[in-house]
Nanobody
Framework: VQLVESGGGLVQAGGSLRLSCAAS????????MGWYRQAPGKQRELVAV???????NYADSVSGRFTISRDNAKNTVYLQMNSLKPEDTAVYYC???????????????WGQGTQVTVSS
């Protein structure tokens, strides 16, 4: 199973970016999908999560500015980031809990990370 992210980059404060993460491989089903971020010198933190049923949850710091969504047919999760701030600068990681065709339980998988830099 692989999670491949795209959409990071450099943007000015107040701007927008959209991250995508596509899961591929021997997937039976995908449960929660989410985005985490890690800034230099800080611990990785949860940004947003979406369940297989579409329920969402956000970190307080991004609530009202970021929107997480998923396309189950494409095994893809998105993060629309608006009104970006310099403090949003971090490496963003995609995460998904996946049952493969060879496993009985769900296991967490991670993407390679994509850099988001917000300039002031």
């Amino acid at each position: 199973v692989q999670l491949v992210e795209s959409g990071g980059g450099l943007v000015q404060a107040g701007g927008s970016l959209r991250l995508s993460c596509a899961a591929s491989g021997s997937i039976r089903s995908i449960y929660n999908m989410g985005w985490y971020r890690q800034a230099p010198g800080k611990q990785r933190e949860l940004v947003a999560v979406v369940t297989s049923g579409g329920s969402t949850n956000y970190a307080d710091s991004v609530s009202g500015r970021f929107t997480i969504s998923r396309d189950n047919a494409k095994n893809t999760v998105y993060l629309q980031m608006n009104s970006l701030k310099p403090e949003d600068t971090a490496v963003y990681y995609c995460n998904a809990y996946i049952i493969t065709i060879t496993t009985w339980g769900e296991y967490p998988y991670w993407g390679q990370g994509t850099q988001v830099t917000v300039s002031s």
